[in-house]
């Protein structure tokens, strides 16, 4: 059975710094795409940034560009968000997904494996 374990949140302040951890377990990953999505509280998740198998092709959201950067170890099945420059609007769940092939911004819960989310805390 799929796990996907997330970690690294907390509380910082703006313009603080955070590395957000996910472990896969239960499958082999050879051409998973892993990516990062948020979650705020009264709105919408939103994608934040994929990695492909690879670790070559990556992407982000606007609101991120710049700021985050993810990675991944597939020695590790371990994919990483490194979070800088937060901001308040960053406050929000960050779950880690999983998907084989590539990982798309609207994708749904039925669409790949998910952990279960850490929270970050951006004060003023």
């Known amino acids: 059975q799929v796990q996907l374990v997330e970690s690294g949140g907390g509380l910082v302040q703006a313009g603080g710094s955070l590395r957000l951890s996910c472990v896969a377990s239960?499958?082999?990953?050879?051409?998973?795409?892993m990516g990062w999505f948020r979650q705020a509280p009264g709105k919408e998740r939103e994608f934040v940034a994929r990695?492909?198998?690879?670790?070559?092709?990556?992407s982000y959201a606007d609101s991120v560009k710049g700021r985050f950067t993810i990675s991944r170890d597939n020695s590790k099945n371990t994919a990483y968000l490194q979070m800088n420059s937060l901001k308040p609007e960053d406050t929000a769940v960050y779950s880690c997904?999983?998907?084989?092939?590539?990982?798309?911004?609207?994708?749904?819960?039925?669409?790949?494996?998910w952990g279960q989310g850490t929270q970050v805390i951006v004060s003023e």
């Open positions: 239960g499958r082999t990953f050879i051409n998973y795409s």
């Open positions: 990695i492909s198998w690879s670790g070559g092709i990556t």
């Open positions: 997904a999983v998907r084989y092939g590539r990982i798309f911004a609207e994708m749904g819960r039925e669409d790949g494996y």
